[in-house]
């Protein structure tokens, strides 16, 4: 769902429209400033992720399986299945609205 997500609550709705032409330029400039910091955050995620596996290297019991086997078993998802999750979750929302 990524930026849109919050500009879709506070642009008026029109039905198979594309909301881009409804933008100001100020928050189209917002729009570019979001992607460049969903960059910094896929980093940022990144190193969580390795920060994780770590950890769970530690996990006495886990230490045979695989990095998505520990995350299994615990039942996690990594960062980024988390991230998808929660803007799967943020379009049905959405489309309730709607």
């Known amino acids: ?10 642009l008026p709705e029109v039905r198979g429209a594309d909301p881009a032409p409804l933008l100001s330029p100020g928050e189209a400039h917002l729009e570019c400033s979001v992607q460049f910091w969903a960059l ?41 299945k988390s991230q998808l999750r ?6 049905c929302q959405y489309l309730k609205r709607g």
Do not use: C, P
């Open 1 to 10: 769902m990524g930026s849109w997500g919050a500009l879709g609550r506070e």
């Open 40 to 80: 910094q955050e896929n980093r940022d995620m990144e190193l969580l992720e390795q920060v994780r596996q770590r950890t769970m290297k530690i996990i006495k019991g886990l230490e045979h399986l695989s990095y998505e086997e520990q995350l299994r078993e615990l039942g996690l998802f990594s960062f980024q």
């Open 86 to 91: 929660g803007d799967l979750i943020n379009v």
